[in-house]
């Protein structure tokens, strides 16, 4: 944790804490909702742009070093009969992310596809699939056509 000139604190997460949550946590998340090893780790580095700070909030409201959306929150917590996650807790977000990207990983059974879905959310996704299935080709956000190779060349 820094505290910067004008008092506000940044909250990075410890390197202990993340040499924790990459060698038995999210190994351990991985394994139990049947996801591609590194996924989170690779998720994670890139919604924090690899500055592993927990405090940040995106113009979506999402939040933490997995970037959950207060929709995405809802979505797991349903999911999950009613657990309730913090985002910036990373061991609680570290679950509802993997909650999330197996809920897209049964949607879509493909790895790319729930990537995608995890960034740009489920209905983009799902229109995007419709699209492809109608015209032969789909269209994604930018930023989620960059997203897909992030993550995915970053696993294991």
Known sequence: ????????LLMTIAPSTLERLRSAIWPTIEQRYELPRGILNAIAEWETRGTWRNDQIGPTGARGIFQLTPIALEQV?????GMRFDPVNPVSASVA???LLKRYLTLFNDVALAVAAYNAGEGTIRRYVQQVKQRGKGTLPRETVQYIPAVLNNLG
């Open 77 to 81: 917590r349903q999911d999950s009969g």
């Open 97 to 99: 992310a993997g909650i």
């Open 1 to 8: 944790m820094t505290t910067l000139s004008n008092g506000l």
